[in-house]
């Protein structure tokens, strides 16, 4: 895990954007720290927000059109895949990214991809921001979020 080349974060004014945390069900201790570190970044940035949870990450991508159908200015997309022993991972990988990468190009509006497709638990600790993890992913989808949220405006007038 290399944080050689890692963005600067933190000191955003988030106020008056809308953001919709969604974050799948598996692999709750991940999760929830995922979870922790996207209300962390959008709270101190003052951003409107709130959590939505779906089963899985499959379903991340149905639940962000919605958000952004409902008026979201951007969406926090958390969720854990953990390699298995058959191709699913790869599919589910695939589908995740792919159908969330859709729904940000069709709204015009920025998903912070804090999926993490790792190779067994262990990995997903040390990137979850709990106690003893090495990165905090939630929070790093939040605050590429809250930018980009910004930068669309700007460009936008």
């Not at 069900?25 to 959590?51: K, P, Q």
């Not at 200015?73 to 859709?102: K, M, N, Q």
Request: hydrophobic share 45%; net charge negative.
């Amino acid at each position: 895990m290399s944080r050689e080349g890692a963005p600067t974060s933190g000191g955003i004014d988030g106020a008056g954007l809308d953001v919709v945390v969604i974050a799948g069900t598996w692999h709750d201790v991940i999760s929830d720290g995922l979870i922790a570190g996207a209300e962390r970044v959008l709270d101190a940035a003052g951003a409107n927000h709130r959590l939505v949870r779906v089963p899985g990450s499959f379903e991340l991508a149905i639940a962000a059109q919605a958000a952004f159908a409902g008026g979201a200015d951007a969406v926090v997309a958390l969720g854990v895949i953990i390699r298995g022993g058959t191709p699913h991972f790869e599919y589910v990988s695939a589908a995740t990214t792919d159908g969330l990468t859709r729904v940000a190009l069709d709204a015009g509006k920025p998903v912070g991809f804090g999926v993490l497709t790792l190779d067994d638990e262990q990995q997903g600790l040390a990137r979850a921001g709990l106690p003893g993890s090495l990165e905090d992913k939630g929070a790093e989808a939040a605050d590429a979020a809250l930018r980009t949220a910004l930068v669309l405006r700007d460009l936008r007038g």
